[in-house]
C-alpha cells in the first residue's frame, strides 16, 4: 500500500466546531478522526492512496524504452559520450539520464570505468548488447504494428474518396503533411484511381516527396495548389487538427473537399 504525506497544518486551519473537523479529516484520511480541535504538534498524516509512486511517475515507461535503446546505440557507437552529451543529443533532461544510466548499470547492460577522478567512461556489456537487440526488435515490430493500422485506416478513407468520385475518373489529390502517415498514403494510392499532385508541408518544404517537391501551405488555394488543379485535400498532417482547420478556412478552402485520416 503506498501512503502519501500529508502536512499537520491542516490541523491550524479554522473550523466552526469540533464537529466540521472530523468531519474534514474523515473525508480527507478515509478514518474517524478523534483528535481535538485546535493546533496540535507539528507531525504527519499518512493517507491511504491507489496512485503508486516510483521513479517512473514523471515519464511513461514506453518512452522511458525509447531513451534507453537510444543511449545503448549511442554507447555501441564506440564514442566517448557524457551524460551531458547524451542529454544534448537524446533531447531529455540531464536528471533522467542520470537515472537511466544508473538503471543500466544496475541491470549490468553497461559498465562504467574511471579514467580519472571527474570523468568516466561507459561501456557496452554482452548483457546490453542483448538488450539493445531485444530493444531494437520491439521497437521494430511496434513500427509494423503501426503502419499495418495506418494502411488499414488510410485504405479505408481512400476508397471512400472512390466512390464518392464520379465513375472511373482519376481524382487528383494533395497531401497536407509529409511525415510518416503520408509515405503510408503514397504507397496506398499506388492502387487506387487517386492521383497525389502536391505534397504540403511548412516544416519540410523544399524537400523531395517520391518524386515531388513539398510546398509550403501558403500555396494552397480554393481550387489549385501552385498552378495544379485538385479535387480533395487529404490531411496527413499530425499536427493540431482545430489550428489546421481554422487555417484551412482562412485560406477559403471548402470542407468538402477535406478529407481527415
Known amino acids: 500500500m503506498t501512503y502519501v504525506v500529508v502536512p499537520r497544518f491542516l490541523d491550524s486551519l479554522s473550523f466552526s466546531s469540533n464537529t466540521a473537523w472530523r468531519s474534514f479529516r474523515e473525508q480527507l484520511t478515509g478514518t474517524p478522526g478523534h483528535e481535538t480541535f485546535g493546533p496540535t504538534v507539528a507531525s504527519p498524516i499518512f493517507v491511504k492512496s491507489s496512485l503508486p509512486v516510483s521513479d517512473t511517475h514523471e515519464v511513461p515507461p514506453v518512452t522511458h524504452h525509447v531513451h534507453t535503446r537510444r543511449i545503448?546505440?549511442?554507447?555501441?557507437?564506440?564514442?566517448?559520450?557524457?551524460?551531458?552529451?547524451?542529454?544534448?543529443?537524446?533531447?531529455?533532461?540531464?536528471?533522467?539520464?542520470?537515472?537511466?544510466l544508473r538503471r543500466l548499470v544496475a541491470k549490468g547492460s553497461i559498465r562504467v570505468v574511471r579514467l580519472r577522478p571527474n570523468h568516466v567512461r561507459y561501456v557496452l556489456t554482452p548483457a546490453g548488447l542483448a538488450q539493445k537487440a531485444r530493444l531494437s526488435r520491439d521497437n521494430f515490430l511496434r513500427s509494423v504494428r503501426f503502419y499495418t493500422e495506418a494502411r488499414d485506416r488510410v485504405q479505408q478513407r481512400f476508397a471512400e474518396i472512390e466512390q464518392d468520385s464520379h465513375g472511373d475518373e482519376v481524382c487528383s489529390v494533395v497531401f497536407y503533411g509529409a511525415g510518416e502517415i503520408a509515405e503510408v498514403g503514397w504507397l496506398c494510392a499506388q492502387r487506387t484511381r487517386?492521383?497525389?499532385?502536391?505534397?504540403?508541408?511548412?516544416?519540410?518544404?523544399?524537400?523531395?516527396?517520391f518524386g515531388l517537391v513539398v510546398l509550403p501551405g501558403s500555396t494552397l488555394e480554393p481550387d489549385h495548389c501552385n498552378g495544379i488543379l485538385y479535387d480533395r485535400i487529404i490531411v496527413t498532417a499530425t499536427t493540431d487538427e482545430a489550428a489546421l482547420a481554422v487555417r484551412l478556412n482562412a485560406a477559403g478552402i471548402a470542407a468538402e473537399k477535406v478529407v481527415w485520416l
Open 72 to 100: 545503448l546505440d549511442k554507447l555501441a557507437e564506440g564514442d566517448a559520450v557524457s551524460q551531458r552529451s547524451l542529454s544534448r543529443d537524446l533531447g531529455i533532461a540531464l536528471g533522467l539520464t542520470n537515472l537511466l
Open 194 to 209: 487517386l492521383r497525389l499532385v502536391a505534397v504540403l508541408d511548412d516544416d519540410k518544404a523544399g524537400r523531395d516527396f
